[in-house]
């Protein structure tokens, strides 16, 4: 390696380099990527959360220069950057062969919120976090796709708890310049801006755009000096304020996620609505074919074939509904841009048009003008049949036509830094180069292969299931200590004693929505706290996860928890971790040996968590409902109860605790301390290893953006 100093051109480049690579969210899934960020500042790394603009503003210019004058540090940088090049540059992609035309016509994808990353804290929970792996695999996959989001300044709450163990939200404002965003500009520089109508006021917004590796999301923003304050608000926070905040920012997403396309010359050939929040933009297609001369049935019928739908929830309270009076004041231009009576508007949101009694709501919209729809599991698909079929007048739910997409998780991205490292050897080691994994690592001849005993043992298996168990307890400890002294005694801090490395960790982590139950484990307490007292077989709960700020029950569960954990028998067994999101989700699926989902059936449309923790060694235990139903194979994991369910709600939630208590006892605890003199739970391993083999490429974001595809967004596929 050559030890003659950089030029000043070399430096120059270098550092517009990384400040390039930094603003592009393909590091969020490259471990080297990270690791290069991270050694600039080991520190700032951490305190900054784990942000590669924020550390790169904090290491100056000057630092920078003379650290790639390092040339072990310097050869790094390039690797990483070549790696990061070759990926952008790459052309014989899976799209390139099997959706060309996407990449004239894109796919534009809007939704309410899209995780991708704990530094960008735009998205409420799984909805996002689906969104931003989508936009992920699309990447990967290289076919055409463009996202469409709002830009939440405040992003979504930040929980903490108070003396009554009751959560508090807070916000904090997000500043741009630290952020892996760029201002959306024309040819000459200038901020592109855009107008809609909104409760009869013409507002003006701009928008960011977050490059997710190959692939653009613009975040619209409404937080401009020429609106009015009240309007300068709107996008502050994810699903903030009332329905009236809503339905306005519902107006800006759908109408102004169109306009800001056409703004950028764009003709997507799909539109995508990720859940009904985005279904105001068939209204603004409708427009558009209306103003170049077609009259309002054909503008319906070739938006309709213009269009495809997700829905996502059979929670009643999940489908936006607008009475008359907030349509007419809020969304009152559409009468206008279409040439419509109020009534007629209301209509087209309603399951029986004429019922005026009916408020409209956005999934009928979006399921009226879409050309095809689905629900995200096989079971959500039929319960999404039977709730819509008056829509459609049929005689059976059979006849309605919604199909389904199962969810799945970029799996490279959930991988935790020892999950990457360790399967990007293997892979290595098998021969292949490592510029694969990020595609191979989603097929089940990878997951075949990495998890075959004579290229994984078991005693690696379970030193790399130690680590993670171990590192989340790191984690959880630190975090507590954070928190605020729940394990202080008296002056000291009492690290030992407070969760086990040895015991069976049970996860649980998700929004506090009252259907997943998440207090349900605790029904059977008594029983619970001899599990966690067995001193052979010790058990332990790591819980985590936000309410909604104006759900009460869910708060009052968040309560109850952290009440057991702090004055229960459960005292040091059972922890709270405050302020759920994307970080605290990556070590709770890595670390947790079982991650525990109790929804009421059949409400769980699919759920992601569970998918994430697969590459990590760790079993599901959960009740059949979405994802889980399909994925479930009797020796991948644990069931809890039945294919099916009581109809009494009461009933449901005795037999489901009895239940899953049974599983717990019977199944998961003696085969996770069947340990051979070695001390080694060869038959766990060998669930462990048939879990990664058929669930990890199945439940992936790779073969689900391939199924809608193939399914929903080529040129001609589905419609009805
Ligand atoms: C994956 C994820 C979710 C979704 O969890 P479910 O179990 O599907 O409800 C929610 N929140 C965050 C932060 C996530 O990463």
Known sequence: MSTTPLTSAELDQLTADLHRLARNLWWSWDQDAQELFQSLSPRGWQNLYHNPVAV???????????????????????AVVASFDSYLQETATWGAQNAPALAK??????????????????AAGGLGALAGDHAKAASDLGIGFVGISLFYREGYFQQ???????????????DPANLPLEPLVNAVGDRIVSRVNIAGHQVSFQAWRVNIGRCPVYLLDANLPENDPPLRDLTNRVYGGDTTTRIMQEILLGVGGVRLLRALGMKPS?????????????????????????????????????????????????????????????????QTDLGLTAEQVMDMGRVKPGNVDEPFCMTVLALRYSRAANGVSELHGQVSREMWQELYGVKTPDEVPIGYVTNGVHLVGWMKGPARRLWRKKFTELGYPSSAFVTEANTPEFWKKVTDPSVLSDEELWAFKYQLRRELLEFTRRRLLL?????????????????????????????????????????????IV?????????????????????????????????????????????????????HVCRQMVGGCDIWLNNPRRPLEASGTSGMKTTPHGCLNLSILDGWWREGYDQQNGFAIGPDSHPDDIAEQDRVDSSNLFHTLTEKVVPTFFDRGTDGIPRRWLQIVRHSMATLAPEYSTWRMVQEYTHKYYLPGTTTR
């Open 483 to 527: 928190q605020g002294g729940t394990f202080h005694q008296g002056d000291f801090i009492k690290f030992d004693g407070f969760l086990n490395p040895d015991a069976l960790t049970i996860g649980f982590a998700r929004r506090f929505a009252t259907y997943k139950r998440a207090p349900l484990i605790f029904d059977q307490f008594e029983q």
């Open 56 to 78: 790169l503003r904090e290491v100056s210019a000057y630092e920078l220069r003379m650290r790639l004058q390092a040339p072990d540090f310097a050869a790094r940088v390039r």
């Open 270 to 334: 799909t539109f995508h609505m990720n859940e009904g929040h985005a279904a105001f933009l068939t209204f603004e297609l409708m427009r558009e074919k209306l103003a170049a001369g077609l009259d309002l049935e054909k503008a319906k019928t070739l938006t309709r074939s213009e269009c495809i739908f997700t829905t996502h929830t059979p929670v009643e309270a999940g489908h936006d509904r607008f009475n008359a009076g907030l349509m007419g004041y809020a969304a009152g231009r559409f």
């Open 530 to 582: 001899k599990l966690v007292k067995d001193k052979r077989r010790p058990v332990q709960f790591i819980f985590a996860g936000k309410a909604h700020p104006r759900d009460d029950h869910g708060k009052a569960f968040i309560q109850k928890i952290i009440h057991l954990s702090k004055f229960s028998e459960l005292n040091g067994s059972l922890v709270f971790i405050e302020n759920y999101d994307i």
């Open 160 to 174: 903490s708890v108070n003396q009554d163990n009751w959560q508090v939200e807070s916000y904090t404002l997000l």
């Open 105 to 122: 016509n894109p796919v534009a994808y809007f939704s309410a919120e899209f995780a991708f990353h704990e530094t960008l804290p735009i």
